[in-house]
T-cell receptor, first 114, second 116 residues
Framework: DSGVTQTPKHLITATGQRVTLRCSPR?????VYWYQQSLDQGLQFLIQ???????AKGNILERFSAQQFPDLHSELNLSSLELGDSALYFC?????????????FGQGTRLTVV | GENVEQHPSTLSVQEGDSAVIKCTYS??????FPWYKQELGKRPQLIID?????GEKKDQRIAVTLNKTAKHFSLHITETQPEDSAVYFC???????????????FGKGTKLSVIP
């Protein structure tokens, strides 16, 4: 158990819909990262938050957005869903305090858009 | 931003042989290079990491080497076992985006198959 919790584990929804994925980082970790992993694909960086502030953006679509709340949990919102958005979405957290350290991954949310 | 290239994309070895996976990165500001192992249907997990002030690091059958001048780093697995079969990801990290945070950019992964 990495200490990073993602909910839900599985999500099936229709095209055009909107979903919210939730991530609770390890206790004390201020940094949260979101990654998308499509079938047989690598880990595509979407967005990063640090202590409530957005710090970096990757290849995140305009239909996607995220936020990190005061209690440090994060949500990834996916809207106007398309079939191609079907993927495994990972959240990771790290205890970055000036020195790069290990990022711990949650178990992921498998999103299926039908 | 940072770009990480990883080769090969697939690798098959006989049990007991060695496996080598290579990565290159683009940004000289990167200073932390972790390797993650992802078994089928599971989350990526760190297996070894190296910082830019070190050229090599070993942990039992796993070793990582780093050449900062050439901007490449490699994962070496010796005496491979069937349970080493998984997808391995390299990553590069540095403080690109301001104080208090860093990015972690992954390679596309190498699917390692160890044949008994």
């Amino acid at each position: 158990d990495s200490g990073v919790t993602q909910t839900p584990k599985h999500l099936i929804t229709a095209t055009g819909q909107r979903v919210t994925l939730r991530c609770s980082p390890r206790s004390g970790d201020l940094s949260v990262y979101w990654y998308q992993q499509s079938l047989d694909q690598g880990l595509q960086f979407l967005i990063q938050y640090y202590n409530g502030e957005e710090r970096a953006k990757g290849n995140i679509l305009e239909r996607f957005s995220a936020q990190q709340f005061p209690d440090l949990h994060s949500e990834l919102n996916l809207s106007s869903l398309e079939l191609g958005d079907s993927a495994l979405y990972f959240c990771a957290s790290s205890d970055y305090r000036g020195v790069n350290t290990e990022a711990f991954f949650g178990q992921g949310t498998r999103l299926t858009v039908v | 931003g940072e770009n990480v290239e990883q080769h090969p994309s697939t690798l098959s070895v006989q049990e007991g042989d060695s496996a080598v996976i290579k990565c290159t990165y683009s940004d000289s500001a990167s200073n932390y290079f972790p390797w993650y192992k992802q078994e089928l249907g599971k989350r990526p997990q760190l297996i070894i990491d190296i910082r830019s002030n070190v050229g090599e690091k070993k942990d039992q059958r796993i070793a990582v080497t780093l050449n900062k001048t050439a901007k490449h780093f490699s994962l070496h697995i010796t005496e491979t076992q069937p349970e080493d079969s998984a997808v391995y990801f390299c990553a590069a990290s540095g403080v690109y985006s301001g104080a208090g945070s860093y990015q972690l950019t992954f390679g596309k992964g190498t699917k390692l198959s160890v044949i008994p």
